[in-house]
């Protein structure tokens, strides 16, 4: 799997939602009084790297315009390159944003611009941080020479050091309504009859959305999770299959045709037609930790079997809502009506779904802790069936 690099957002007209965030950030790109710290929180795939992205385009933009940076001119052109050496994506190396890249950045920052007002840095991953690189960090916005600008990208806001947030510009996204994810998808992806589901289950999440239509497994991953309740009404054989298939899983897009090759200065990493392939991996095994574009790292096993365990929470959530005679335009699944309401006519209790979420819920919380997947996947999978069994006990 060849890593993920993006060109960064040049207009904020075509982001979806957030109005009221991106005219405050458009105010701060024409003015000449900027914010040297920014701190953008919210869920994640909301849209805070693509407006962190659009807004240090606007600040380096030569001619911006009502709309942001006018993508022509030779520091956008620069940008749309990959070359502009007024801006760097610092990305999480392995589990963490590392005190060796803060001190990178601390140094780097001591150069002045070379083409423009601003140097900007936006660290992609703020969860990341740990203590030592958050306290470095710290640092270089307390002593900030004019130009620096640190954008500081977080999707828990719990992970915030106060003395950050206290020396930031802080934004705070929320997540989008249905109707403008869905609207969003409906130009990406025209006339795909998947749109409604990965709208309503991407949570408020363009991210999450696009990567329910991009993963060739997304559809398998619900059958998983609609052959799993069968398989907790029936016996602990075909959960642990179920578990093999769910372990599995890949959640992260084909291949693409993505190119990069080392640039004239040392430890950057940029986009070129004619470049050598190089991986996810080898990108965040290398010497630097940060590009002059933005970088997704692929999704690890870990992360793609937690993708499918959200299913299967929206999935049992589903059979909750008809179990309980809830709204019908609340479903996720709504293209799989049939199959959910035969599921939710099977259980006694109501109790019982909640209790096989909450299984599930705490699933997922196992699965950060770095065990073995599959293991603990049949673990759950096993104890499902035994919630089940519960359910059809004689006087239950």
Not at 26 to 34: G, I, Q, R
Not at 213 to 239: H, K, Q, S, V, W
Not at 252 to 280: C, F, I, L, T
Request: charge should be neutral.
């Amino acid at each position: 799997m060849l890593s993920s690099l993006k060109k960064p957002e040049f207009s904020f007209e075509g982001i979806a939602g957030h109005s009221r965030i991106k005219q405050n950030l458009l105010k701060l790109a024409h003015s000449d009084s900027k914010p040297n710290a920014m701190v953008f929180s919210g869920p994640e795939g909301v849209g805070k790297l693509t407006c962190a992205s659009a807004y240090a385009a606007a600040c380096l933009c030569q001619s911006p315009g009502e709309n942001g940076a006018c993508g022509e001119c030779h520091s956008c052109r620069c940008l749309s390159a990959g070359t502009n050496l007024d801006i760097f994506y610092w990305f999480r190396k392995k589990q963490n944003t590392t005190i060796d890249q803060m001190r990178q950045l601390t140094e780097l920052a001591s150069y002045a611009p070379a083409g423009g007002r601003y140097k900007i840095n936006i660290i992609q991953d703020g969860d990341s941080l740990n203590e030592e690189a958050s306290n470095s960090i710290l640092k270089t916005i307390e002593d900030s020479p004019e130009y620096l600008i640190t954008i500081i990208i977080y999707n828990n806001p719990g992970r915030i050091l106060p003395t950050i947030r206290s020396r930031s510009f802080s934004l705070r996204f929320q997540p989008l309504d249905t109707g403008t994810v869905e609207s969003f998808l409906g130009q990406k992806y025209p006339g795909d009859a998947r749109i409604p589901f990965a709208a309503r289950a991407s949570g408020g999440s363009i991210g999450k959305a696009e990567m329910l239509l991009d993963a060739p497994c997304a559809e398998e991953a619900r059958d998983i999770a609609a052959d799993l309740i069968f398989g907790a009404m029936r016996d602990n054989y075909t959960l642990l299959s179920l578990a093999a298939r769910a372990a599995g899983l890949d959640f992260n897009p084909p291949e693409k045709e993505e190119a990069v090759k080392q640039s004239s200065v040392k430890g950057y990493v940029v986009k070129d037609d004619s470049a050598v392939k190089k991986s996810s991996e080898e990108i965040q095994a290398g010497p630097s930790g940060f590009l002059p574009s933005p970088f997704y790292p692929e999704m690890t096993s870990q992360e793609s079997i937690t993708a499918f365990l959200e299913l299967v929470s929206l999935w049992l959530r589903d059979i909750l809502l008809i179990k309980t005679n809830g709204p019908e335009d609340r479903l996720v699944n709504t293209d799989r009506k049939p199959l959910l309401s035969k599921q939710a006519g099977a259980f006694k209790k109501v109790s019982t779904v909640t209790k096989m979420i909450e299984e599930i819920l705490e699933e997922e919380e196992r699965l950060r802790t770095n065990v073995n997947a599959q293991l603990s996947l049949e673990g759950a999978f096993c104890r499902l069936y035994g919630i089940c069994r519960r359910d059809r006990a004689p006087g239950a």
